[in-house]
C-alpha cells in the first residue's frame, strides 16, 4: 500500500504549491480559468485546504481526514475535466497548471487522469494507503517530493510552453 | 511487500515519469530546430551569407585578396594547400593569403608568395559552416564572396569563379 501512498502524497504536494502559486498570482490562474481574481483566489484557498489535509492523511493516516482525499479526487478530476474540454476545442492557451505557463495537452490531462484515479483508490482503502510509520515514512516523503517536483514539470516538458 | 521492492518500484516509476518529461523535451527541441530551418528558408537566410558583405578589418590590403581559411585538423585543407601556392602566378596583383584558428602545419608556412596567419577569433567572426573555404575580399576588408572548396584538383576552378561572383 506504500506504494500508492507516495504518488498520493506527490498529488497532495503538488495541489498545495498550485494553491501557493495561485495565491501569489492569481492572475494566470484567473486567465487561464477564465475567471475573474476572486474567484481565482477562493480556487487557490480551496487547492490549499484540501492539499494539506490529505497530505497529512497521507503521512498521518487519521481516519478524520479520508475526505481531503476524496475532495483531492475530486478536484484532479474536474481539472483533468476542464483540460480536456479546453484541448477537444483547440485551445492551446496556459492551462494554469503552474507558473511555467504552459499550453493545455495531453501530458496536463494525463497528469490530472492518473492523479485522480490514483486518489481514489487511495480513498478506497484508507486507512490503508497512508504511509507506515518510522524512518520509512521519511523515505517515502523524500521520494513524495521528488516525484512531486517530476510531476510539476511534466506538463511544461510533454505539451510545451504557452507560445 | 518489503521497503527494499517498494523503493525500487517508486524509483522506477521516478525514471518513467523523468523519461516521459525527457521525450517531451526532445520532441519540442526537434520542432523548434524544423521552425527555425523552416524560418530560415522563407527569408532565404543561409549561414554563410551573413558574412557576406561585411567589412573586417583585419582583412584590409594593398588591393583584392583571396583568402583560403583551413583547419590543421582537417585532411582536404592539407591536400588544398599546394595547388593553392601556385594560384598567385596566375593572379597579379590579388593577395592570397591562408588563415587558421590554430597553429598551421609546418609546410603551409614554407610558401614564400602566400602570407599565412593564425587568428580563432577572426575565423570565428567569419562563422564560415566549411573548411576549407575561400573568400574573396575587397581591399578595404570587405568580403564579397565565400565558397567552399569541394576538391583540391578544382581550386584553380573554384578561384575563378569566386572572383567572377559578385556579393552572393
Not at chain 1, 59 to 67: N, P, S, T, V
Not at chain 1, 127 to 137: C, E, Q, S
Not at chain 2, 86 to 109: D, K, M, N, Q
Amino acid at each position: 500500500m506504500m506504494l500508492l501512498g507516495v504518488p498520493v502524497l506527490a498529488a497532495a504536494f503538488l495541489l498545495v504549491e498550485a494553491g501557493l502559486e495561485h495565491l501569489r498570482e492569481p492572475k494566470y490562474l484567473a486567465r487561464a480559468a477564465g475567471t475573474g481574481l476572486a474567484t481565482a483566489r477562493a480556487i487557490a484557498v480551496v487547492e490549499l485546504l484540501i492539499g494539506a489535509p490529505s497530505a497529512a492523511a497521507v503521512i498521518f493516516g487519521f481516519a478524520e481526514l479520508r475526505w481531503a482525499l476524496a475532495a483531492q479526487t475530486a478536484i484532479y478530476l474536474a481539472f483533468a475535466a476542464h483540460l480536456w474540454w479546453r484541448h477537444h476545442r483547440g485551445d492551446q492557451s496556459d492551462c494554469g497548471c503552474n507558473r511555467m505557463g504552459t499550453q493545455v495537452g495531453p501530458g496536463g490531462i494525463a497528469r490530472a487522469v492518473v492523479l485522480s484515479v490514483a486518489t481514489l483508490v487511495a480513498t478506497a482503502l484508507y486507512p490503508a494507503a497512508a504511509l507506515p510509520g518510522g524512518g520509512v515514512a521519511v523515505l517515502l516523503v523524500g521520494c513524495a517530493l521528488v516525484l512531486a517536483f517530476l510531476l510539476y514539470t511534466l506538463p511544461a516538458a510533454v505539451d510545451g510552453r504557452v507560445a | 511487500m518489503s521497503v527494499l521492492a517498494a523503493m525500487v518500484t517508486l524509483a522506477w516509476g521516478c525514471l518513467a515519469v523523468l523519461t516521459l518529461a525527457m521525450a517531451g523535451m526532445l520532441r519540442q527541441l526537434r520542432e523548434l530546430q524544423t521552425e527555425v530551418v523552416a524560418l530560415r528558408a522563407d527569408q532565404g537566410m543561409k549561414p554563410w551569407r551573413a558574412t557576406v558583405g561585411r567589412r573586417m578589418p583585419q582583412l584590409a590590403g594593398t588591393g583584392p585578396a583571396v583568402l583560403l581559411v583551413l583547419d590543421p585538423g582537417c585532411g582536404l585543407c592539407d591536400e588544398v594547400h599546394q595547388p593553392f601556392t601556385r594560384l598567385p602566378v596566375e593572379y597579379p596583383g590579388i593577395r592570397f593569403e591562408v588563415l587558421s584558428p590554430r597553429a598551421l602545419r609546418r609546410h603551409w608556412t614554407e610558401a614564400a608568395n602566400i602570407r599565412s596567419r593564425v587568428d580563432a577569433a577572426l575565423v570565428a567572426e567569419l562563422d564560415l559552416p566549411w573548411a576549407p573555404a575561400l573568400l574573396h575580399v575587397a581591399d578595404d576588408g570587405t568580403v564579397l564572396a565565400t565558397q567552399p572548396v569541394a576538391a583540391a584538383q578544382q581550386i584553380s576552378q573554384h578561384v575563378a569563379g569566386l572572383m567572377n561572383t559578385a556579393m552572393v
